[in-house]
């Protein structure tokens, strides 16, 4: 219960991101100089939040799987890897 509940916290921090990001783009309240590497780390939450969201599935099979998995992805995006296998996942 507490991973499903630390998941939909997630969920719910990523959405209200999004969602602000997705008005002010829409309605142009995001500066002319913003570049397009900026816009496609914003939309790096959406895959982020699948990714949350497969840990959050995970608990049904093992909560520790589940939390490993979250930490691990949270690790991943906080770190940014150079990798190229990694960089292609996380966008």
């Known amino acids: ?4 509940v630390y998941w939909l916290n997630l ?4 959405a209200t991101l ?3 990001w997705w008005y002010a783009d829409r309605n142009g309240m995001v500066a002319e100089d913003v570049d397009a590497e900026t816009r496609r780390t914003v939309y790096r939450i959406v895959k982020a939040q699948i990714l949350w969201a497969v840990g959050g599935a995970l608990c049904l099979i093992a909560p520790l799987l589940s ?5 691990l992805v949270q690790l991943i995006y906080a770190a940014a890897p150079r990798s190229s296998l990694l960089r292609k996942l996380i966008g």
């Open 18 to 20: 999004f969602a602000s």
């Open 1 to 4: 219960m507490a991973v499903l």
């Open 67 to 71: 939390i490993v998995f979250i930490l």
């Open 11 to 14: 969920l719910m921090l990523g």
